[in-house]
């Protein structure tokens, strides 16, 4: 049906006094448009020249959103990759907030593209309704007759730029609920080379502003002189030694003792000067342990009942293993991991005329930072902002409930008289020395067979820090005592064990621990995969049957996870043995809702050096959005969790960190790896995470083709006290 006369000459007039189409959610999250942004928190923004823009609501660290989200809006639209923009979304948890983790708006958990992509794919297609309802009212035709192709409004024999109707469109009502294009409509969504990465260019030119790069007029360097052991304090210092050095400016304890921060005029005089500082420390508190004896303590952990069972009952399932035929007896050991990102922890403090301040940060979790900054410096929440940039790096470091660098950067502004931005910089020995880890955890696993080689009973025990106790996301986390993020890939395998029994045991606090890559799963997969090959090995079974057998597809995550198994046996072409002189090793897990299997291929073994040929990987991930950034995710997860457990460890020596910098916590080197290649299983689900789901299964991969090497099952990470690389 056409739109009547007079509802044209409406939107005519409208175009004349509005110039921006804003689509979005108002406070109650309901779909809404407007040409005032105050009116509403816009997903997407249409400018008067037709140049769309995208606000992303998670940040980019590397791993996608500022092109993935952008691609959603850009299918439904109708423009090309080129005709749209990006910029982060202000912080407002109220809209911007990730729907996966409630009130809260921040990036982690593979979540972006999960939560993200209807609610992004429903703002494009509004605003194209709009567009396209202006247009044919302007044009007398029928809506349903019109479409937008590359930015242009078609159809009824007529086209135009979508320019010309943004100022009409944004005097409309946004459509209650617009029609999402099908996929068979799709140009860009899971279209393979269809889409190159937004972030890309202003890296490579230079132009792409992180955190380490904001340099402000008048600013302070802060960088702080933290305890050399978990939970120390300040018992005095002397700045005396620095004070005439060039460009320093004081020195102040923080409010809560933690660390003293040092002010100066640029950051290597800030470094320089907290190195002539004498601080003396309150150790009474502190932790005294050295990694050797929470190593002990772990092990003890497991090797006792568990303070809490979280699937099955451990006595029944205890006493069919003692019964079998057969026992796989194993104790495994992972301990503490930094993070390391590429840019170290950063973020500045701006103040501005009216009281209020902006934090600008590669902000994960925009809402811990807002919080923190208005609760320090004693400001309601509307009179903080918070800015985000590129971020270089996280691994999971830049979002944790603590806020710990914001904190510091809001204690150290608070103690300025607030009239010039404070700037804190973390070194990389900072990061390493004095950052949150990966929780140190022990397993042990004893599973029983029968005569005939079936599992009876499958023992598993965990013991290790929680991440969530104690802080403000224990509510939603933590259940009857359990921090799931200690036994998830284990409690809620997709693999029909029988008899199967997981048991956890909380470990004291040894230091700070957070999310790292993958969480829970990159030591539970680990052990499962592990433990079922050496089934395979003690039962002559084929490592790839013994796992399908596992996976009868009584539900859609076996059949899926079976799905990637046959995918990457074909890739590699698992019938065949491999070539001589080498061999593989398969691994399989299912974390933020997608499924991946690995095959390691390697050469040596034995008395050889032993060398990573190959990394086979399938993913299933749902709808692959933008299969180049996908591809990339995993390959940059299995080297991060290859990189891990091939070398790296941080030790504790009477509670202070061994790990100065690279040279002893190497990264991952492009030589350890020959080649990696990635295949995307096509599918309809809806997407799921790929930022951490490549890492799991990487480190088992890895430990199967060593042992069918002929090398040393390894059991305790990293893998250097057994295994010699090439």
């Known amino acids: 049906m056409n739109i009547s006369t007079s509802r044209r000459g409406f939107l005519q007039g409208a175009a004349a006094t509005a110039a921006v189409l804003y689509v979005g959610a ?154 999402l294009r099908t996929p068979e409509e799709w140009r860009l969504i899971g279209q393979d080379g269809a889409v190159r990465r937004k972030d890309t260019p202003v890296k490579i030119n230079g132009s792409g502003v992180f955190a380490m790069d904001l340099q402000f007029d008048n600013q302070l360097v802060v960088v702080i002189a933290r305890a050399p052991r978990r939970g120390a304090t300040v018992a005095g210092f002397d700045a005396s030694d620095a004070e005439g050095m060039n460009g320093f400016v004081m020195a102040q304890t923080l409010p809560d003792a933690s660390g003293v921060a040092v002010y100066a005029e640029t950051t290597w005089a800030a470094i320089s000067a907290r190195d002539m500082l004498s601080v003396e420390w309150d150790f009474s508190a502190a932790e005294d342990r050295s990694s050797d004896q929470i190593r002990e303590e772990l092990i003890a952990g497991v090797n006792g009942p568990s303070t809490y069972e979280t699937r099955g009952d451990q006595s029944e399932t205890a006493a069919a293993v003692d019964g079998a035929a057969t026992v796989i007896d194993k104790t495994f050991y992972f301990p503490l991991l930094a993070h390391a990102p590429m840019e170290p922890l950063t973020c500045t403090i701006e103040p501005l005329d009216d009281g209020g301040v902006v934090l600008h940060d590669g902000a994960q979790f925009p809402t811990f930072g807002h919080m923190t900054l208005s609760q320090v410096l004693e400001l309601p929440m509307e009179k903080v902002q918070v800015k985000t940039v590129l971020a270089g790096g996280s691994f999971g470091r830049r979002a944790n409930p603590t806020a710990d660098y914001n904190l510091e950067c809001a204690m150290a502004f608070a103690m300025t008289d607030r009239t010039r931005p404070v700037k804190l910089v973390w070194t990389r020995e900072d990061d390493i020395r004095g950052g949150y880890y990966r929780p140190a955890f022990a397993h042990r696993v004893r599973v029983g067979l029968d005569e005939n080689g079936a599992i009876v009973g499958w023992d598993h025990r965990i013991a290790g820090q929680s991440i969530m106790k104690g802080t403000s996301m224990e509510q939603m ?124 291929e390697v050469s040596g073994g034995g008395d050889d050096p032993v060398k990573i040929e190959k990394v086979f990987a399938a993913v299933d991930c749902g709808v692959p959005v933008n299969p180049d950034v996908i591809r990339a995710q995993i390959e940059g997860g299995i080297g991060y969790g290859i990189g891990h457990v091939m070398r790296n460890r941080i030790t504790l020596t009477d509670g202070e960190v061994d790990q100065y910098n690279f040279p002893d916590y190497e990264p991952l080197r492009i030589t350890d790896i020959g080649a990696i290649e990635v295949d995307i299983i096509a599918s309809m689900e809806a997407p799921t995470g790929v ?36």
Do not use: C
């Open 26 to 179: 108002r406070s109650d999250g309901a779909l809404a448009a407007s040409s005032d942004s105050t009116d509403l928190n816009p997903f997407v923004r249409i400018g008067a020249d037709g140049r769309v823009t995208a606000i992303v609501k998670h940040f980019e660290m590397g791993q996608g959103p500022s092109t993935g989200l952008t691609t959603l809006i850009a299918e439904e639209l109708g423009v090309t990759m080129d005709q749209i923009d990006y910029e982060f979304a202000p912080s407002n948890p109220q809209v911007y907030n990730n729907t996966l983790f409630g009130a809260f708006q921040g990036t982690g958990g593979s979540t972006a593209m999960a939560n993200s992509y209807t609610q992004y794919r429903t703002a494009g297609a509004a605003a194209r309704e709009m567009l396209i309802e202006a247009a044919a009212a302007e044009w007398g035709v029928d809506a349903a007759e019109l479409d937008i192709v590359a930015g242009e409004i078609t159809g009824a024999g007529q086209a135009a730029p979508l320019a010309g109707f943004v100022a009409a469109a944004a005097a409309l009502e946004a459509p209650a609920e617009p029609r």
């Open 477 to 600: 986390a933590v259940h009857d005592g359990v921090d799931h993020s200690s036994v998830e890939g284990v409690a809620d395998t997709p693999y029909a064990v029988p008899g199967m029994a997981v048991g956890l045991t909380d470990h004291a606090k040894a230091t700070s621990v957070l999310w790292w890559r993958s969480v829970g799963h990159s030591h539970t997969a680990y052990v499962m995969e592990s433990m079922i090959d050496m089934v395979a090995q003690e039962t002559d079974a084929d490592p790839l049957a013994l796992r399908l057998s596992m996976l009868p597809g009584d539900t859609p995550a076996q059949t899926r996870m079976a799905g990637v198994l046959n995918r990457v046996a074909d890739m590699t072409g698992w019938s065949d043995a491999p070539a001589e002189g080498r061999a593989r090793g398969l691994a399989v897990h299912h974390s933020f809702g997608s499924f991946v299997a690995e095959v390691v």
């Open 691 to 726: 930022g951490e789901p490549g890492t799991p299964p990487s480190g088992p991969a890895l430990a199967n083709a060593i042992a069918r090497a002929g090398s040393a099952r390894v059991t305790v990470l990293p893998m250097i006290d057994e295994v010699d690389f090439a």
